[in-house]
Protein backbone atom coordinates (compact mmCIF):
# COMPACT_ATOMS: atom_id res chain seq x y z
CA UNK A 1 0.00 0.00 0.00
CA UNK A 2 2.80 2.46 0.79
CA UNK A 3 4.46 1.74 -2.62
CA UNK A 4 1.24 1.68 -4.76
CA UNK A 5 -1.21 3.81 -2.75
CA UNK A 6 0.20 6.27 -0.53
CA UNK A 7 -2.33 8.62 -0.26
CA UNK A 8 -3.66 5.92 1.97
CA UNK A 9 -1.59 6.96 5.13
CA UNK A 10 -2.39 10.94 4.46
CA UNK A 11 -3.12 11.76 8.50
CA UNK A 12 -6.56 13.47 7.40
CA UNK A 13 -8.18 10.49 5.56
CA UNK A 14 -7.04 8.54 7.65
CA UNK A 15 -8.32 9.99 10.91
CA UNK A 16 -11.76 10.39 9.23
CA UNK A 17 -11.52 6.31 8.86
CA UNK A 18 -10.37 5.25 11.94
CA UNK A 19 -13.34 7.81 13.51
CA UNK A 20 -15.89 6.25 11.53
CA UNK A 21 -14.92 3.02 12.47
CA UNK A 22 -14.23 3.44 16.13
CA UNK A 23 -18.11 2.54 17.44
CA UNK A 24 -17.57 -0.80 16.03
CA UNK A 25 -14.56 -0.93 17.67
CA UNK A 26 -16.45 -0.48 20.71
CA UNK A 27 -19.05 -2.44 20.10
CA UNK A 28 -16.71 -5.20 19.65
CA UNK A 29 -15.08 -5.13 22.39
CA UNK A 30 -18.14 -6.25 24.60
CA UNK A 31 -19.04 -8.77 21.58
CA UNK A 32 -15.40 -10.28 22.57
CA UNK A 33 -16.85 -10.66 26.57
CA UNK A 34 -19.49 -12.22 25.31
CA UNK A 35 -17.65 -14.84 22.73
CA UNK A 36 -15.31 -14.88 25.60
CA UNK A 37 -18.44 -16.62 28.04
CA UNK A 38 -19.44 -18.78 24.83
CA UNK A 39 -22.46 -16.93 24.19
CA UNK A 40 -22.86 -14.32 21.54
CA UNK A 41 -25.17 -11.75 20.65
CA UNK A 42 -26.77 -10.91 16.87
CA UNK A 43 -28.88 -8.22 17.99
CA UNK A 44 -26.06 -5.42 18.45
CA UNK A 45 -27.59 -3.66 15.08
CA UNK A 46 -30.69 -3.60 16.28
CA UNK A 47 -30.18 -2.39 19.47
CA UNK A 48 -27.39 0.47 18.26
CA UNK A 49 -30.37 1.74 15.60
CA UNK A 50 -32.99 2.21 18.99
CA UNK A 51 -30.24 3.87 21.28
CA UNK A 52 -29.48 6.38 18.32
CA UNK A 53 -33.10 7.11 17.10
CA UNK A 54 -34.13 7.67 21.20
CA UNK A 55 -30.52 9.71 21.71
CA UNK A 56 -31.49 11.83 18.19
CA UNK A 57 -34.91 12.53 19.70
CA UNK A 58 -34.21 13.53 23.23
CA UNK A 59 -31.05 15.70 21.91
CA UNK A 60 -33.71 17.78 19.75
CA UNK A 61 -36.28 17.76 22.33
CA UNK A 62 -34.52 18.55 25.35
CA UNK A 63 -32.41 21.27 26.35
CA UNK A 64 -29.00 18.81 27.60
CA UNK A 65 -27.46 16.74 24.77
CA UNK A 66 -25.38 14.74 27.67
CA UNK A 67 -28.85 13.66 28.95
CA UNK A 68 -29.67 12.16 25.71
CA UNK A 69 -26.48 11.21 25.63
CA UNK A 70 -26.27 8.89 28.92
CA UNK A 71 -30.05 7.80 27.75
CA UNK A 72 -28.57 6.07 25.03
CA UNK A 73 -26.39 4.27 27.01
CA UNK A 74 -28.86 3.50 29.28
CA UNK A 75 -30.90 2.13 26.84
CA UNK A 76 -28.30 -0.17 25.34
CA UNK A 77 -27.69 -1.84 28.72
CA UNK A 78 -31.52 -2.54 29.21
CA UNK A 79 -31.45 -4.16 26.12
CA UNK A 80 -28.48 -6.11 27.19
CA UNK A 81 -30.40 -7.09 30.44
CA UNK A 82 -33.46 -8.70 28.38
CA UNK A 83 -30.89 -10.83 26.34
CA UNK A 84 -28.64 -11.07 29.44
CA UNK A 85 -32.06 -12.44 31.70
CA UNK A 86 -33.25 -14.87 28.50
CA UNK A 87 -29.94 -16.28 28.13
CA UNK A 88 -28.74 -16.35 31.61
CA UNK A 89 -31.44 -16.47 33.84
CA UNK A 90 -33.67 -18.66 31.84
CA UNK A 91 -30.91 -20.95 29.78
CA UNK A 92 -32.12 -20.42 26.45
CA UNK A 93 -30.12 -20.96 23.56
CA UNK A 94 -28.12 -17.16 23.18
CA UNK A 95 -28.55 -17.35 18.99
CA UNK A 96 -32.18 -18.45 19.66
CA UNK A 97 -32.64 -15.28 21.86
CA UNK A 98 -31.18 -12.40 19.97
CA UNK A 99 -32.17 -13.26 16.62
CA UNK A 100 -35.34 -13.01 18.05
CA UNK A 101 -34.64 -9.63 19.78
CA UNK A 102 -33.02 -8.41 16.38
CA UNK A 103 -36.00 -8.75 14.68
CA UNK A 104 -38.38 -7.48 17.23
CA UNK A 105 -36.36 -4.31 17.72
CA UNK A 106 -35.39 -3.85 13.88
CA UNK A 107 -39.19 -4.34 12.82
CA UNK A 108 -40.30 -2.24 15.86
CA UNK A 109 -38.33 0.56 14.81
CA UNK A 110 -39.28 0.55 11.22
CA UNK A 111 -43.11 0.89 12.14
CA UNK A 112 -42.10 3.32 14.58
CA UNK A 113 -39.80 5.51 12.14
CA UNK A 114 -41.40 4.55 9.00
CA UNK A 115 -38.21 5.56 7.76
CA UNK A 116 -37.99 9.03 8.74
CA UNK A 117 -34.66 10.29 9.61
CA UNK A 118 -34.02 12.53 12.95
CA UNK A 119 -32.84 15.90 12.64
CA UNK A 120 -30.18 16.63 14.85
CA UNK A 121 -29.47 19.88 16.70
CA UNK A 122 -26.92 22.42 15.91
CA UNK A 123 -23.92 21.96 18.08
CA UNK A 124 -23.98 18.04 18.96
CA UNK A 125 -21.74 17.08 15.87
CA UNK A 126 -18.66 16.13 17.42
CA UNK A 127 -19.52 17.21 20.93
CA UNK A 128 -19.37 20.64 20.01
CA UNK A 129 -15.41 20.66 19.12
CA UNK A 130 -13.86 21.33 15.67
CA UNK A 131 -14.55 18.27 13.40
CA UNK A 132 -10.67 17.49 14.07
CA UNK A 133 -10.86 17.62 17.79
CA UNK A 134 -14.64 15.56 17.77
CA UNK A 135 -12.48 12.85 15.43
CA UNK A 136 -9.66 12.86 18.13
CA UNK A 137 -11.85 12.64 20.89
CA UNK A 138 -13.95 9.85 19.71
CA UNK A 139 -10.90 7.46 18.75
CA UNK A 140 -9.50 8.56 22.09
CA UNK A 141 -12.90 7.28 23.45
CA UNK A 142 -12.85 4.12 21.82
CA UNK A 143 -9.34 3.39 22.74
CA UNK A 144 -10.05 4.04 26.35
CA UNK A 145 -12.65 1.52 26.40
CA UNK A 146 -10.52 -1.27 24.43
CA UNK A 147 -7.42 -0.83 26.94
CA UNK A 148 -10.14 -0.57 30.49
CA UNK A 149 -11.38 -3.95 29.32
CA UNK A 150 -8.30 -5.33 28.35
CA UNK A 151 -7.08 -4.42 31.52
CA UNK A 152 -10.26 -6.05 33.65
CA UNK A 153 -9.93 -9.18 31.54
CA UNK A 154 -6.16 -9.60 32.10
CA UNK A 155 -5.62 -8.57 35.89
CA UNK A 156 -8.90 -8.60 37.73
CA UNK A 157 -10.73 -11.34 39.10
CA UNK A 158 -14.09 -10.37 37.25
CA UNK A 159 -11.54 -11.06 33.88
CA UNK A 160 -10.64 -14.51 34.91
CA UNK A 161 -14.09 -15.56 35.82
CA UNK A 162 -15.16 -14.13 32.22
CA UNK A 163 -12.57 -16.88 30.69
CA UNK A 164 -13.08 -19.93 33.66
CA UNK A 165 -16.83 -19.58 32.64
CA UNK A 166 -16.13 -19.96 28.96
CA UNK A 167 -13.65 -22.51 29.30
CA UNK A 168 -15.88 -24.64 31.00
CA UNK A 169 -18.99 -23.49 32.53
CA UNK A 170 -19.51 -26.61 35.02
CA UNK A 171 -16.16 -26.26 36.48
CA UNK A 172 -16.25 -23.03 37.20
CA UNK A 173 -19.15 -23.76 39.38
CA UNK A 174 -17.90 -26.43 40.97
CA UNK A 175 -15.02 -23.98 41.70
CA UNK A 176 -17.20 -21.48 43.42
CA UNK A 177 -17.76 -19.20 40.67
CA UNK A 178 -21.71 -17.80 39.50
CA UNK A 179 -21.58 -18.82 35.85
CA UNK A 180 -24.76 -17.30 35.05
CA UNK A 181 -24.21 -14.01 36.63
CA UNK A 182 -20.99 -13.56 34.60
CA UNK A 183 -23.02 -13.97 31.56
CA UNK A 184 -25.75 -11.72 32.63
CA UNK A 185 -23.05 -8.88 33.19
CA UNK A 186 -21.73 -10.18 29.85
CA UNK A 187 -24.57 -9.45 27.61
CA UNK A 188 -25.19 -6.10 29.73
CA UNK A 189 -21.46 -4.83 29.23
CA UNK A 190 -22.28 -5.52 25.56
CA UNK A 191 -25.67 -3.67 25.49
CA UNK A 192 -24.28 -0.47 27.59
CA UNK A 193 -21.20 -0.59 24.84
CA UNK A 194 -23.48 -0.56 22.04
CA UNK A 195 -25.68 2.25 23.67
CA UNK A 196 -22.00 4.19 23.48
CA UNK A 197 -20.90 3.07 19.95
CA UNK A 198 -24.47 4.27 19.07
CA UNK A 199 -23.68 8.10 20.62
CA UNK A 200 -20.05 7.69 19.35
CA UNK A 201 -21.79 7.30 15.76
CA UNK A 202 -24.32 10.08 16.23
CA UNK A 203 -22.08 12.63 16.80
CA UNK A 204 -20.28 12.09 13.25
CA UNK A 205 -23.44 13.29 11.17
CA UNK A 206 -26.57 15.81 11.61
CA UNK A 207 -29.01 13.15 10.83
CA UNK A 208 -29.61 9.58 12.06
CA UNK A 209 -31.09 7.05 10.37
CA UNK A 210 -33.35 4.50 11.53
CA UNK A 211 -31.89 1.85 9.35
CA UNK A 212 -28.72 2.04 10.77
CA UNK A 213 -26.65 -0.77 12.31
CA UNK A 214 -27.76 -2.68 9.70
CA UNK A 215 -25.11 -6.05 9.69
CA UNK A 216 -23.13 -4.23 12.21
CA UNK A 217 -23.66 -7.88 14.54
CA UNK A 218 -21.78 -9.24 11.20
CA UNK A 219 -18.70 -6.68 11.88
CA UNK A 220 -17.79 -7.02 14.80
CA UNK A 221 -18.42 -10.84 15.04
CA UNK A 222 -15.68 -10.98 12.23
CA UNK A 223 -13.51 -8.82 14.16
CA UNK A 224 -13.34 -10.75 17.19
CA UNK A 225 -12.99 -14.08 15.37
CA UNK A 226 -10.56 -12.82 12.96
CA UNK A 227 -8.97 -11.81 15.95
CA UNK A 228 -8.19 -15.04 17.93
CA UNK A 229 -11.45 -15.09 20.25
CA UNK A 230 -12.71 -18.70 20.01
CA UNK A 231 -16.26 -19.51 19.49
CA UNK A 232 -16.20 -22.38 21.79
CA UNK A 233 -15.13 -19.63 24.34
CA UNK A 234 -12.54 -19.02 26.82
CA UNK A 235 -9.96 -17.94 24.80
CA UNK A 236 -8.74 -14.38 22.89
CA UNK A 237 -7.91 -11.13 23.72
CA UNK A 238 -8.81 -7.79 23.04
CA UNK A 239 -5.23 -6.86 21.78
CA UNK A 240 -6.23 -9.62 19.31
CA UNK A 241 -9.94 -8.61 18.55
CA UNK A 242 -7.87 -4.60 17.78
CA UNK A 243 -6.09 -6.51 15.26
CA UNK A 244 -9.19 -7.92 13.67
CA UNK A 245 -10.44 -4.89 13.64
CA UNK A 246 -7.52 -3.08 11.70
CA UNK A 247 -7.56 -5.64 9.38
CA UNK A 248 -11.63 -5.50 8.36
CA UNK A 249 -11.69 -2.20 8.55
CA UNK A 250 -8.78 -1.58 6.11
CA UNK A 251 -9.99 -3.86 3.76
CA UNK A 252 -12.47 -1.72 2.06
CA UNK A 253 -10.65 1.92 1.44
CA UNK A 254 -7.33 0.13 0.56
CA UNK A 255 -9.41 -2.05 -2.41
CA UNK A 256 -10.60 1.58 -3.08
CA UNK A 257 -7.36 2.83 -3.23
CA UNK A 258 -6.12 -0.09 -5.02
CA UNK A 259 -8.97 0.36 -7.99
CA UNK A 260 -9.97 -3.17 -7.11
CA UNK A 261 -14.03 -3.16 -7.51
CA UNK A 262 -15.44 -2.91 -3.78
CA UNK A 263 -18.07 -5.99 -3.78
CA UNK A 264 -14.80 -8.01 -3.33
CA UNK A 265 -14.67 -6.51 0.39
CA UNK A 266 -17.44 -8.39 1.65
CA UNK A 267 -15.62 -11.39 -0.39
CA UNK A 268 -12.50 -11.00 1.53
CA UNK A 269 -14.05 -10.83 4.92
CA UNK A 270 -15.91 -13.69 4.51
CA UNK A 271 -12.79 -15.62 3.73
CA UNK A 272 -10.66 -14.23 6.52
CA UNK A 273 -13.53 -15.37 9.02
CA UNK A 274 -13.39 -18.87 7.30
CA UNK A 275 -9.44 -19.20 7.54
CA UNK A 276 -9.90 -18.43 11.31
CA UNK A 277 -12.73 -20.67 12.35
CA UNK A 278 -11.00 -22.99 10.38
CA UNK A 279 -7.78 -22.38 12.19
CA UNK A 280 -9.17 -22.86 15.62
CA UNK A 281 -10.97 -26.19 14.82
CA UNK A 282 -7.55 -27.65 13.34
CA UNK A 283 -5.98 -25.97 16.37
CA UNK A 284 -8.27 -27.59 18.57
CA UNK A 285 -8.18 -31.06 16.77
CA UNK A 286 -4.24 -31.16 17.56
CA UNK A 287 -5.14 -30.61 21.44
CA UNK A 288 -4.70 -33.45 23.61
CA UNK A 289 -7.86 -34.44 24.93
CA UNK A 290 -8.39 -34.58 28.24
Given amino acids: MAVTAPGFFEPQPLLSRLAAAAPRLVVACGMAVVMLTRQIDISVGSLFAWCSVVAGLLAGARPSPPLALAAAVALGAAGGVINGALVAGLRLPAIVVTLATLVTWREALRLYRQGVFVNLPEGLQWFGLPMRTGQLLVCAIALVVLCGLALV ?16 AEAARLAGLRPRRVTFGAFVLLGALTGLAAVLNLVQSP ?68 AAVAAEGIRRRKEPRG
Fill in 153 to 168: LRQLAIGRQVYAVGAD
Fill in 207 to 274: QVDPATGRLLELEVIAAAVVGGVAVSGGRGSLPGVFSGFLLLTCISPALTYLGVKPYWDKAIQGLLIL
